[in-house]
């Protein structure tokens, strides 16, 4: 005799096996409408298998319009975020809402847009054994309710009433925000774990993203030279760069909101008499355009916190003249030339 081999598996969503990504990080919609970036989750349960279709995977902005919601087919599903009104950093400050601080200046970062999906689902746990279902002793996680983090700091703000002024999904419906429970959060539970109180709710799985609103026809490049792991911003660079046999000098390429350029803007350089070595073309397609800490070609004490880096190498090549690098944003192009 002989029998099909028995599947466990919940087709709820998962903690670990969800996430959210966008096919923009940094579209050019600060100050435009109708700008749109799809935003697709990916579902998966506790056994990575894709959850069933029509699950219900909800959405919530900081700013612009986003759908409620979503069904997912084949373990995804996609909105699309357009933007519209008013951007972070720019609103009504009677609301006590939060804004992302630039960790430098400790200015409103304008136009960073925070984006959060979640769907009711269980928690992770590791399943020692593999007999498929949580058993008392093994590893898991609890979670707290949804909020979406604004500010990107952990913690719920609250207001000057000390209720919340960050979006939060009440799944329980009793009106204040919780906290993380001791127990598993879940339906996979052998019956001891169940005796012990594990299993007794379920939980929402989340994930959270950033995009940039950057300014679209906007470019403002900062040079910088460098002297062991500190970066100095040479002022009026036309006139105070000097230029040696070799070297290497650092361009930073902003929008005027002092943020990562839209995507599709470009960087290029020229030279009449040097050897230029270096990255050139589009800016990186980054969720917020912050300078990656673990590049030490690229980052170190006097550098801005967001905006792309472009490292510019040179060596004589015959009689030198001059260096000159370029940047273009849709309509607007700035040049700096070096001699």
């Not at 029509?54 to 409620?68: M, R, Y």
């Not at 609103?213 to 006139?239: A, C, F, H, R």
């Not at 902003?254 to 040097?274: K, L, R």
Request: hydrophobic letters at 30%; charged letters at 20%.
């Amino acid at each position: 005799t002989s029998s099909q081999p028995i599947s466990i598996t919940t087709g709820l969503a998962d903690q670990d096996s969800f996430d959210i990504s966008f096919s923009v990080f940094n579209p050019g919609a600060y100050g435009v409408n109708n700008v749109e970036v799809d935003v697709t989750a990916n579902v998966a349960d506790q056994f990575n298998n894709p959850v069933a279709d029509g699950t219900i995977v909800s959405f919530t902005a900081e700013s612009g319009q986003i759908p409620g919601y979503c069904a997912t087919s084949g373990g995804t599903c996609t909105v699309k975020w357009s933007s519209g009104g008013d951007k972070p950093g720019e609103q009504n400050s009677s609301l006590e809402r939060v804004n992302e601080l630039d960790p430098i200046t400790s200015n409103n970062i304008k136009g960073m847009t925070t984006i959060t999906a979640y769907s009711l689902g269980e928690a992770s746990f590791t399943d020692a054994n593999g007999n498929g279902v949580y058993d008392i002793g093994e590893p898991f996680a609890s979670y707290p309710e949804v909020f979406r983090d604004d500010n990107y700091n952990d913690t719920v703000d609250v207001g000057t009433s000390s209720n919340p002024v960050e979006f939060f999904e009440d799944l329980n419906a009793n009106g204040v925000y919780d906290a993380a429970p001791s127990v598993y959060q879940g339906v996979l539970c052998s019956d001891e774990a169940k005796a012990a109180g594990h299993c007794a709710s379920l939980m929402n799985v989340r994930d959270s993203g950033r995009i940039m609103q950057s300014m679209p026809d906007s470019v403002s490049l900062k040079v910088y030279t460098k002297i062991g792991s500190d970066y100095t911003e040479v002022p009026d660079p036309k006139n105070n760069l000097s230029l040696g046999a070799s070297g290497t000098f650092y361009v930073v390429f902003q929008d005027d909101n002092g943020n990562i350029p839209a995507v599709g803007s470009t960087f290029a350089t020229s030279a009449d008499g040097y050897k230029l070595y270096g990255r050139t073309g589009s800016v990186k397609k980054r969720s917020v355009g912050v300078i990656d800490p673990a590049d030490p070609d690229i980052l170190g004490n006097g550098l801005p916190s967001f905006g792309d880096v472009f490292v510019v190498s040179y060596e004589v090549d015959g009689t030198p003249v001059d260096i000159t690098v370029t940047a273009v944003s849709g309509d607007q192009t700035e040049s700096i030339t070096f001699k």
